[in-house]
């Protein structure tokens, strides 16, 4: 009885299968002919992605959850945008970083991604043309503000259309097991910061730590060292055949990154939009309060608020706001009228869509 319970249920998944696989090719065939109506213009809407996600979370009826169904339906709109024209993304590299998975999660497998040496290099090969769109982290929840990001921005003619906020899980990885013979650990800066207290509670004393470039790079070192170590995520212990030796070491345990995506694009209104301003002030008494006082009076709610060296004069700063709103909004369109006469500098990086998965 119970084999012919399981063949029953069996043979109707095979054929829900089959109904999945003919629908997701119904909707391909729409895609592919959207792609022909546009005739080649611009592949990659941001709004309409989001709207397609969110109106997916909203629809769910279980008993997946809302965020595995965003995640596949992300996977099949990446594929049909690959039948239009197959979208490259770079990223701080090497490959196995979290600023490819960021990419990933955002874009999909569908899409290339290209591994740049530095954050500086992937914005110019992007905006050399080299790429469709750069993916770069912004700020974490346990370090703060990635500055060379917000420097570039100030500077680049790309325009912010996107954000992808990643939940980062650090792993001590090495290519054989054991702790007590441990000679050093390589990882970024930041990921030997957020995992300082297991460091110190796990290793023995005399442990070297060093910075690298990036956590994919701390990986391919302790693959070629069995007294090294490292600390990265699942895709660098994938890519460089490391063991887990613990899982989860990160000291905050909600420790999340967020990345920026930039291109050549201004992304149109959502429903649930962020804005990006870039603001400078003359440096005198009261400057800062007559930056923030045209957004509050005007209704602007501020989500972040982040200081930068301007680099242009000593003890001189620029700003960098994010503002909940479409850079349409009435209210906003005020606040920034207003802030163009009290500011020696403003700049709206762009408006795009919240992240929603």
């Known amino acids: 009885m119970s084999d012919d319970l399981l063949k029953q249920h069996r043979d109707a998944i095979d054929a829900i299968d089959q109904q999945v696989l003919q629908l997701i090719n119904q909707r391909a065939e729409h895609a592919r002919t959207i792609g022909e109506i546009k005739g080649g213009g611009v592949v990659y809407r941001p709004e309409r992605e989001a709207q397609v996600l969110t109106r997916i979370k909203e629809l769910n009826p279980g008993p997946l959850s809302g965020e595995t169904c965003a995640r596949l339906f992300r996977e099949i709109m990446s594929a049909c945008l690959a039948l239009e024209r197959p979208l490259t993304i770079a990223f701080l590299g090497p490959e196995g970083t979290f600023s490819q998975a960021a990419a990933i999660k955002h874009f999909g497998h569908a899409a290339a991604t290209l ?18 769109y750069v993916v770069a982290p912004v700020e974490n929840s346990t370090e703060g503000a990635v500055g060379r990001t917000l420097d570039l921005m100030v500077t680049t003619p790309l325009q912010v259309c996107g954000e992808v906020v990643l939940r980062i899980h650090h792993h001590f990885l090495r290519a054989t097991t054991g702790l007590s013979d441990v000679k050093r650990v390589y990882s970024h800066a ?49 890519k460089f055949g490391l063991v887990k030796l613990a899982e989860n070491i990160e000291d905050e345990p909600n420790n999340t990154t967020r990345f920026l995506v930039l291109g050549y694009q201004n992304a149109a209104r959502s429903g649930k939009d962020k804005t990006s301003l870039v603001i400078s002030a003359p440096n005198r008494p009261g400057a800062l309060h007559a930056l923030v006082e045209p957004l509050a009076r005007n209704g602007v709610s501020m989500t972040k608020f982040e200081s930068r060296p301007s680099r242009t004069g000593l003890w001189e700063y620029v700003f960098f706001a994010d503002v909940d709103g479409f850079v349409e909004d009435a209210h906003l369109q005020t606040a920034l009228k207003e802030l ?18």
């Open 115 to 132: 591994a740049c040496s530095s954050i500086d290099d992937a914005f110019r090969v992007v905006e050399a043309r080299g790429a469709d």
């Open 190 to 238: 930041q990921s030997l910061a957020q995992c300082h207290e297991w460091l110190n509670k796990n290793l023995p004393e005399g442990v070297e730590r060093i910075s690298v470039a990036s956590n994919a790079e701390a990986a391919r070192l302790a693959s070629l060292d069995a007294s090294s170590a490292a600390i990265a995520g699942d895709s660098a212990a994938e």
């Open 340 to 357: 163009q006469d009290v500011a020696a500098f403003v700049k709206v990086l762009g408006s795009y869509p919240q992240a929603v998965i």
